[in-house]
């Protein structure tokens, strides 16, 4: 993946003339936001460090060079996208290592307590919430400790469904491998092509098959971590137990403040034998919402379900090569997208109770093409999002999850934020969608585009204000901080909010026993409000 | 409920005339296990505790008499029930309090802190675990703090399916006051008649129809727990986050250690509609073990599932009217039970699914019948071992859980290692059953009837060997140490297998945090082995 965009070069998409003619209608005109190279900070690690840690994991596992450095200085939020926009020098992690075993990755924990060197674990980077960039806390060097090499299918339990994932494996190699069993994870996040099995765990991601296979954290049944105190296996050997708190719960979601993630043991299904799609519409999102509540409440068993607002529906985002194209039949009203997999016996009872909810609550059955457009698209929107930025326009994403029954206040009041904050001289696209259901709520999932600035720092002050408003909206009317970004650095000043002033001394407590010299992610320890967060890191 | 046996004295069974002959020709001649009435310790209350305490929850709220004392003295284990049948005066709680607000429960504590006074938190008092014996632990006293008076439906949001119970209320009051709005929990374990909400968060139960509604863990949105710290509300305002580690994850399953639970708002979901029944029977358990995971991971969607193996089933436990007559059909091989519940489609539609995967594994349907009877008499087992005991048996039951493809060695082993210890002048029944499924694994429920010796003391030894053996092979052969009975005093020795010696470090460092003077139930805090655990007591 290139350092300072989303994909790789080749996928790079260029806007479509109708995306191009909405933007500078919503917009106005636009002046394309500048490309820059910035220089990074110079490395910090000394001689002694390149040498120390490189008899520990052999010196072709070791880097220092500019070309290493730079991937690894920062994540994919717009906000890390922007600081490649921009002349100022970029800071990086002073060190790039690569262990192989948890062995070597406890050894380099040890010098690095030691040593007072901060380790930042490293996956696919993709990261949209700071959750990568190398802060020192007050250590005198940050070293980004990458696990690619942790990239084995370890055992797998064709019985029992269950399969142990090297850390380091992105979302395609780790079902590749598992697809030689007649095995698939069905973890498919908009990350999936790059981001990895560790930092599914680390993050609490969730994918938008969820419906059907659950978030990652329910999937995993065990994990690896090392710790500079030891290495801990948390999880179970059996599928369920009642001995105890949950250790394995406080390792899903570290993010890395408490031990470096090397495997993980994962609940695995076959390949779907059968698949169907179905696609409707709904005259208000509201009404689309309650079909949604109906079909989950009653456990039919769609394995993706999700509906778009009014405008996101207008938009047409369900397929990255027509955004903008806005006359579909399918266009009108809210679109919801079902897809159904298992044997076909389960896909069709599936499909028959879903299709008979979605159409007693007022739904329009709209075919299955809108549905399987979406899914041949659903990986392209964060390349977009590059395009947009070269065309002069602040685009991001932002999410939470609240009940059922407070769907409506969340949603009013997050949009509300946002567009006091954005919309000024020029307007703004505030898009929702529910991506993501559960028995007693659901997700929201908005995607914002308005206009940016010619001044880079400029926009990010106006970004920065935006996301802070509607996090505060979150707080402030039921709904979670993120449902499945993470934390990061940049949800960092909301978390007193979110599990009260207990709960962070909870994890500080954990944190002083497993990280006593306090190396692992210092610049994102969840404490009482006297961090730096990332969002406050230029004002 | 009686002290001394479980359930009241209305509900005793006498023994059928079958039963009884079962009893004696398998364990030949039996004296009936001695009735006692032995003395309580006398209370180490001081005048001081009991006017200080009495001043904070109102004089008609706290007791020292042995009437109030006696029934919080034991939980409902063999043992338990034993050491009210042994002339050895028993340890009894030196005070017992009913607080009514979370703030009257934290003065308590800050009382109790400052005076070196243990406090063991008491709901229904059906542990089978030794979860509520009052151990000081060193401190100078004991109180049992009974949270009968938090007993409310706090509020109900039917949108989205949540309800606050308070932790006081019973199985049946909590579904009696959410019927009123047409709702249900449908959280049905064996204690259900007696056990509280609080009770069921604080072990991480599970109940007869987890596999509609999933165990009580996870129907748990949010918790109030009152800490000598402070009160905190782990959970969410969302169904589900990413924002870092679980907090609720710490106090589900944490059995009075780091608070007292006083409020728990859970998933709760319409009276179903519909309710339909079917049983089967397969030739053997491991191809029984098979349909039901095929249903299970095909996600077919039963309320319940459940097998017993050729011995429970020959002894007709799914009816405990008709324990022993083992001539009827659906006794023949392994009898399986099916229950359907939602709307008539959602039930419909679960039924002929699974009822298609139980036929193509070899199973044969015998009917309804057997599926209704063993709803009717699901909560009767307990009772039975009053009568067995009565009767001069030894009868008790233990649970693990472990991955499909490990069922058959973890059976073997748990069966091998029961039997080596309790087989000798007589023979002992060993039955099992599988009752809660997950996808990627199940439950093994051990039911246990042997002789037992006219000294109470040599038959309680021969139990904790029996029991010793078992948790061992547990440990060794794949199994958690415990499904759903939770830890207690009794599973204690093997908390450092099953969470390793890091995990009980993490939990220390919780409770030193929660709790620094270390007096919620003292007795069995998690350590590095150093605990005095109810199972070695008399040894």
Redesign the interface.
């Known amino acids: 993946m290139a350092y300072n965009k989303w994909g790789t070069e080749d996928e790079a998409k260029e806007l479509s003339p109708s995306i191009q003619k909405m933007l500078s209608k919503m917009l106005g005109a636009t002046k394309p936001t500048p490309s820059s190279k910035p220089l990074l900070a110079a490395s910090n690690a000394t001689e002694t460090d390149v040498a120390t840690i490189g008899a520990i994991v052999g010196s072709q596992y070791i880097a220092v060079d500019d070309e290493q450095r730079r991937p690894r200085a920062r994540g994919k939020s717009y906000l890390d996208l922007l600081d490649w926009r921009m002349d100022d020098e970029v800071t990086a992690p002073d060190l790039v290592v690569a262990p192989g075993t948890e062995e070597e990755i406890l050894e380099i924990l040890h010098y690095c307590s030691h040593e007072r060197i901060a380790v930042v674990p490293f996956g696919g980077g993709t990261s949209v919430v700071g959750g990568i960039t190398p802060l020192p806390g007050g250590h005198r060097a940050v070293i980004s400790l990458d696990l690619v090499r942790f990239d084995a299918l370890e055992d797998v339990?064709e019985?029992?469904?269950?399969a142990t994932l090297g850390a380091g494996l992105s979302g395609p190699h780790a079902e590749m491998k598992l697809a030689e069993h007649g095995l698939q994870l069905g973890h498919f996040p908009q990350s999936f092509p790059y981001a990895t099995i560790g930092g599914f765990a680390a993050?609490?991601?969730?994918g938008q098959n969820s419906a059907?296979y659950g978030?990652f954290d329910e999937m995993v049944?065990e994990l690896t971590v090392v710790?500079p105190?030891?290495i801990?296996?948390?999880g179970?050997?059996?599928?369920?137990?009642?001995?105890?708190?949950?250790?394995k719960?406080?390792?899903?979601?570290?993010?890395g403040l408490f031990g470096v993630i090397t495997r993980v043991r994962v609940?695995v299904?076959p390949i779907p034998e059968d698949k169907q799609y179905e696609a409707f519409t709904f005259a208000s999102f509201d009404k689309g919402v309650a079909a949604l509540?109906a079909v989950e409440?009653?456990?039919?068993?769609p394995t993706v379900l999700r509906l778009s607002d009014e405008i996101e529906s207008s938009v047409n985002l369900t397929s990255t090569d027509k955004i903008g194209e806005s006359d579909a039949e399918e266009n009108k009203g809210c679109l919801a997208i079902t897809m159904f997999e298992?044997?076909k016996?389960?896909a069709d009872?599936?499909h028959?109770?879903t299709r008979?909810l979605m159409l007693a609550n007022g739904g329009r059955s709209v075919g299955e093409e809108p549905a399987r457009q979406w899914e041949k698209g659903r990986f392209g929107a964060p390349v977009l999002r590059d395009s947009l930025m070269d065309a002069g326009a602040l685009c991001e994403t932002l999410e939470?999850?609240?009940?059922?029954?407070?769907v409506p206040r969340l949603k009013k009041a997050v949009s509300a934020a946002i567009a006091k904050e954005l919309v000024d001289e020029s307007a703004a696209l505030i898009m929702c969608h529910v991506s993501?259901v559960?028995?007693?709520?659901?997700?929201l999932y908005f995607t914002i585009v308005a206009g940016a600035s010619d001044d880079p720092q400029q926009t990010a002050r106006k970004w920065r204000a935006a996301k802070s408003a509607a996090t505060e909206a979150m707080t402030l009317h039921?709904?979670?901080?993120?449902?499945?970004?993470?934390?990061g650095t940049d949800?960092l000043p909301w978390?007193d909010k979110?599990?009260?002033v207990?709960?962070i001394?909870?994890?500080?407590?954990?944190k002083?026993?497993?990280d006593p010299a306090g190396i692992l992610n210092p610049g994102k320890t969840?404490d009482r409000g006297t961090s730096m967060p990332h969002s406050l890191r230029n004002d």
């Open positions: 339990d019985v029992s469904g269950l993050t609490r991601s969730s059907g978030r049944r710790t105190v030891g801990i296996r948390p179970h050997s059996s599928p369920a137990t009642a001995a105890g708190p949950s250790i719960e406080i390792f899903l979601g570290s993010e609940r299904h509540r409440q009653a456990g039919s068993g298992g044997t016996e389960h009872r599936a028959a109770e008979a939470t999850a609240t009940d059922w029954s407070n993501h559960y028995a007693t709520g659901c997700s039921g709904g979670t901080i993120t449902h499945h970004h993470a934390v949800h978390m979110e599990i009260e207990l709960g001394d909870i994890l500080q407590a954990v002083q026993r497993l969840f």
